[in-house]
């Protein structure tokens, strides 16, 4: 298969259809500009999983996502588009970079959730950005900006509530958008690495927050999370 793009947790594959790519899940975990990087066994597999089932709810509610199916352990068909340069977070409880930035304690509910963009560029190491600089950059226009907002929070309400059918509270996640001729759809992935995920009654960390500042075992938490949303 010709590699198409490599990043750092996934490789992008093309196929025989112009439009369709496989995302290639791969084992390494990096935080903090990837100044931390480790290989850990499995986590592929397991992200893939977990984003295939909740790619498959989304496209189930009638939100138009790239997933077209899982092909294998790492493997995921998809929709090819072009991908917008803009981070889209969504916050129901305070936690990373927003208590940093706004003094604000751990674990404060942010009701109603909050939306916020980032620019996705390395080098800047994703700056937030606000819907002026989006419209600055050229990256949307007014209007999709609009629509991937109001998509970003149906997501949120739809995975909120399955994550807490299945005692996982939904503190944080990150979403990336796609153009696929005229229109936005979600890509990218949704997983531990993606989203911060606590247990509804202990509150223990199951996301990459581990990974982040050695909470424990990164793949303990991560099959946790698979466990729970799989089987109960
Ligand atoms: O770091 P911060 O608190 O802004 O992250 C918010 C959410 O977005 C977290 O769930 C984090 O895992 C996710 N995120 C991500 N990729 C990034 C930045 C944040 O998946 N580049």
Redesign the pocket.
């Known amino acids: 298969m010709q590699k198409l793009y490599e990043g750092k947790a996934k490789v992008v594959y093309l196929t025989q259809d112009p439009d369709k790519l496989i995302l290639y899940f791969k084992d390494t975990a990096t935080a903090f500009d990837a100044t931390k990087k480790a290989e850990v066994q499995d986590k592929g597999v397991v992200n893939n999983t977990i984003s295939s089932l909740l790619f498959e709810l989304l496209n189930m509610s009638g939100i138009r996502t790239h997933f077209i199916q899982k092909l294998s352990d790492r493997e995921m068909l998809v929709w090819k588009t072009e991908r917008i340069d803009v981070?889209v977070?969504v916050?129901n409880i305070a936690?990373?970079?927003?208590?940093k930035r706004l003094g604000l304690e751990e674990g404060k509910p942010i009701d109603p959730p909050l939306v916020?963009f980032?620019y996705?560029k390395d080098e800047l190491h994703?700056p937030?950005i606000c819907k002026d600089h989006i419209l600055m950059l050229g990256l949307m226009k007014e209007e999709e900006v609009k629509h991937v907002k109001s998509v970003a929070l149906k997501v949120n309400e739809i995975l909120r509530k399955f994550f807490l059918e299945h005692r996982l509270i939904l503190?944080?996640?990150?979403l990336e958008f796609g153009r696929k001729g005229e229109e936005i759809i979600l890509i990218d992935e949704i997983s531990p690495?993606?989203?911060?995920l606590w247990d509804a009654e202990t509150k223990e960390k199951l996301?990459?927050?581990r990974f982040r500042f050695d909470l424990g075992d990164l793949m303990e938490g991560y099959k946790k999370v698979l466990e729970r949303i799989k089987n109960e």
């Open positions: 981070e977070v916050r936690a990373g970079s927003i208590c916020e980032f996705k994703d937030l503190v944080d996640f990150k690495d993606t989203c911060r996301d990459k927050d």
